[in-house]
């Protein structure tokens, strides 16, 4: 996703702004348990804002 913040400025340059994409999610892979682990032992939840 990191590489396609810039892509459709990139697109419109490069076919004089004929260019278009469309973004589709393919699938979901499951991540290794060492990454999983770094990812939920960052994760903080949001106290509620009353």
């Known amino acids: 996703m990191a ?7 990139r697109l419109n340059a490069l076919t ?4 278009h994409y469309a973004i589709e999610l393919s699938h979901y892979a499951e991540l290794p348990p060492q990454i999983q682990q770094q990812l939920t032992c960052g994760f903080k939840l949001k106290e ?3």
């Not at 590489?3 to 400025?9: A, R």
């Not at 004089?16 to 260019?19: A, K």
């Open 3 to 9: 590489e396609l913040t810039d892509y459709q400025s």
């Open 16 to 19: 004089s702004g004929r260019g």
């Open 48 to 50: 509620d804002e009353d």
